[in-house]
């Protein structure tokens, strides 16, 4: 199915052949995002398919998942994955192979949108942000987030290796073309963390998504790291906080199907539906998540491209979270980072 249709021939081709087909259950992680998706994705499908949609919640547990295939008992058929899951749950048999005929062009999807077990949906940023009623002046990069003289008070930051180090070294000056090559050596983990010591008296962990911004508006932290999206809700709601996207670390999150789905072909109808550039477009207009469908930038305005991670103004000075680097040492910096952040 050609991903560029007019909505009216969208819904005539997803409704033939499809009027007599099964209730889907769609899993996502819910939030802001759920909301989205379920403006952008799940209802019109509905309506265009005639099929009924069940959205659920979950946190990311592919023990689930895995109960399920193992037992045979699968009653998931499209799954929200993130990028650092969807390589481990493909090698594991936890996924049906995706079968791009079904989806659309490769060529129509940015690079890292495409894996063999998943179909990249969105493009989400960690970001530094701050409270532009509260702090006067701008910070431009991870410099001035290092920089308390400058800038007094606390920072927030995610508890875990994983962005702070690439955030550290970036601070520390190296350009963001060269972060994964200087922390691919032992010299720059070491580097990286001297640099968050420098750091530790003025840092306040949070672990959920919801707490930056909370944060900020409290005034317990000048600056902190968050999610993007997290940023664009509260904006919305009449906040004034402000995003840095210089040194911004982006990812994406995938749309999957667990092996032996029962709806596997209407699984695939879906996904194509919400890879299209129409429904790419409205999904861009109730989060600022990215498109991964390289067509819906041009039918983007610029307020609306301002807020997205992969506009090019955004994207310019921007990292890719390298999956593979951490795939291969994740497990020993996170270690490594939990005995830091205790001592």
Same mark, same amino acid.
């Given at each position: 199915m050609k991903l560029i249709l007019k909505p009216v021939l969208l819904a005539a081709a997803l409704s033939a052949g499809l009027v007599h087909a099964a209730e889907l259950t769609v899993i996502s992680f819910g939030g802001a995002n759920g909301k989205a998706q379920k403006a952008a994705y799940i209802e019109p499908f509905e309506k265009a398919s005639g099929t009924k949609l069940v959205m659920v919640e979950y946190n990311g547990e592919m023990a689930k998942i895995k109960a399920m295939v193992e037992t045979k008992t699968v009653s998931w058929d499209v799954v929200e994955l993130e990028a650092g899951v969807i390589g481990r749950a493909c090698e594991e048999g936890l996924l049906e +192979?995706?079968?791009?005929? +079904?989806? /659309?062009?490769?060529? $129509?999807?940015? %690079?890292? !949108?495409?894996?063999?077990?998943?179909? /990249?949906?969105?493009?989400?940023?960690?970001?530094?942000a701050y409270?532009?009623?509260?702090?006067k002046t701008a910070p431009t990069g991870w410099a001035d987030f290092w920089n308390? &003289?400058?800038? %007094?008070?606390? @920072?927030?930051?995610?508890?875990? !290796?994983?962005?702070?180090?690439?955030? !550290?070294?970036m601070a520390d000056g190296v350009p963001t073309k060269d972060v994964y090559k200087v922390l691919g050596t032992k010299a720059g983990v070491d580097r990286a963390f001297k640099k968050l010591e420098e750091l530790r008296p003025?840092?306040?962990?949070?672990e959920a998504g919801a707490q930056p911004p909370q944060y900020l508006v409290?005034? $317990?932290?000048?600056?902190?790291?968050?999610?993007?999206? @997290?940023?664009?809700?509260?904006? @919305?709601?009449g906040k004034n906080l402000k995003v840095v996207w210089s040194g911004s670390i982006y990812d994406l999150d995938y749309w999957a199907i667990p092996k032996g789905s029962p709806n596997k072909a209407m699984a695939e109808k879906f996904i194509a539906f919400a890879s299209s550039p129409e429904a790419q477009k409205n999904y861009a207009t109730k989060i600022a998540y990215g498109p991964?469908?390289?067509?819906?930038? +041009?039918?983007? $305005?610029?307020?609306?491209?301002? /807020?997205? %991670?992969?506009?090019?103004?955004n994207a310019k000075d !921007?990292?890719?979270?390298?999956? &593979?680097?951490?795939?291969?040492? /994740?497990? $020993?910096l996170e270690q490594r980072f939990t005995a830091w952040a205790v001592q």
């Open positions: +192979k995706i079968d791009y005929s +079904k989806i /659309g062009k490769k060529a $129509d999807f940015m %690079p890292e !949108a495409i894996t063999e077990c998943g179909v /990249g949906t969105f493009v989400w940023s960690t970001v530094l409270d532009a009623d509260k702090l308390v &003289k400058k800038f %007094p008070g606390k @920072r927030a930051m995610r508890k875990g !290796a994983r962005y702070n180090l690439e955030f !550290a070294l003025n840092i306040q962990w949070w409290a005034g $317990d932290v000048v600056m902190t790291t968050a999610y993007n999206g @997290r940023i664009d809700s509260a904006q @919305r709601e991964v469908n390289t067509a819906t930038l +041009k039918m983007l $305005d610029a307020k609306t491209l301002a /807020g997205l %991670p992969t506009s090019e103004t !921007a990292v890719a979270n390298n999956l &593979k680097f951490w795939t291969d040492h /994740g497990e $020993d």
